[in-house]
């Protein structure tokens, strides 16, 4: 699998998650957000 591949599956592993605890949050707006945390630099724990 490429990089590219597992960054997308754990992308979207993410977006699932979020979904269940923000259920009623509408598609464009949950899309704002997910832009907006990959546009803060990652901090490495």
Not at 19 to 34: A, G, Q, T, V, W
């Amino acid at each position: 699998m490429s990089i590219k591949e597992e960054t997308y599956l754990k992308f979207v592993s993410a977006a699932e998650e979020a979904r269940k605890i923000f259920p009623d949050m509408s598609n464009s707006r949950f899309l704002e957000l997910l832009l907006e945390v990959r546009k803060k630099p990652r901090s490495t724990k």
